[in-house]
């Protein structure tokens, strides 16, 4: 019996040492754990950013970090950080924050934070940001080639891989875009001269029909200047502001908005003089 308990003791002793040994290393895991846990709440901490802002933005270290090398990247482009609360409001008002020198890029905390841990949403922003400035300058240059300045533009970068776009054009919009519609207009004429004239009858016709549409259109272009506009406006110095989702339905709008200037607003008299010389043709 005695040599049954003997036999047995280094076994227990064995159990009892690698039971100490296990709970040991689990304290020592726990410890450091904790120690992990510490060090990244002392990384989370974030810090206000300098630069150009909307509301509070702050910024973890590796993000702010992150900032200052996507600022370096796109050197040609003004980013301003908005602060997560502040998001709606910059997206709204994202043209007041223009610069007559830069293209604008509006983009929030939160995402700066997210691009800076993951990849594949970096390089998905990195590439929204880019195409859009890419849309930009070849917005500017289609512009320059019908004559038409662009004061400055920019983009808001929005959440699920979205973004917004606005351009503004000064006070001379209406003086250039008048400039190239005539020379557009020259060249219709020209087109227009070569073909065959229509009967009398159905040219007039097509006349008065034209300008019963023509009378349509600006009726409707007056309510809608009167009650404001959601894709452009006007400030008090003149400036023309376009709105879009899209380049392609920026470059669109800014196109169709010549008829808002070649076109004037006739009063009732001038239409029925209009008429009157119409009828004679």
């Known amino acids: 019996m005695m040599s049954t308990i003997s036999a047995g003791m280094p076994a227990v002793a064995e159990s009892v040492s690698a039971h100490y040994n296990t709970s040991k290393t689990s304290r020592r895991k726990d410890e450091s754990e904790e120690l992990v846990v510490t060090k990244k709440e002392e990384t989370a901490k974030k810090s206000p950013v300098g630069g150009r802002t909307i509301g509070t933005p702050e910024l973890t270290e590796k993000a702010a970090k992150y900032y200052e090398e996507l600022r370096k990247k796109y050197g040609n482009l003004d980013f301003i950080l908005v602060s997560k609360d502040k998001k709606e409001f910059a997206k709204a008002t994202a043209s007041s924050y223009s610069n007559p020198n830069k293209m604008v890029v509006l983009i929030d905390e939160e995402k700066i934070e997210r691009m800076a841990e993951d990849e594949n949403f970096r390089n998905q922003y990195e590439g929204i940001i880019s195409k859009g400035a890419s849309g930009l300058t070849q917005l500017k240059n289609k512009l320059a080639n019908m004559g038409l300045s662009m004061k400055n533009c920019g983009m808001s970068?929005?959440?699920?891989?979205?973004?917004?776009?606005?351009?503004?054009?000064?006070?001379?919009?209406?003086?250039?875009?008048?400039?190239?519609?005539?020379?557009?207009?020259?060249?219709?004429?020209?087109?227009?001269?070569?073909?065959?004239?229509?009967?009398?009858?159905?040219?007039?016709?097509?006349?008065?029909?034209?300008?019963?549409?023509?009378?349509?259109?600006?009726k409707v272009i007056t309510e809608e200047l009167l009650a404001g506009d959601e894709e452009y406006a006007y400030d008090a110095e003149g400036e023309v502001t376009f709105t879009a989702d899209s380049i392609d339905d920026l470059i669109q709008q800014i196109e169709s908005a010549d008829y808002l200037f070649r076109r004037n607003i006739l009063s009732d008299r001038e239409r029925q003089v209009g008429r009157m010389f119409d009828s004679t043709v």
């Open 157 to 218: 970068v929005n959440d699920n891989g979205a973004a917004s776009f606005f351009a503004t054009m000064d006070s001379s919009f209406k003086a250039q875009n008048k400039t190239a519609q005539q020379r557009l207009a020259k060249k219709k004429a020209a087109k227009k001269a070569e073909e065959k004239k229509a009967a009398k009858k159905a040219e007039q016709k097509k006349q008065q029909e034209r300008l019963e549409e023509s009378r349509k259109e600006r």
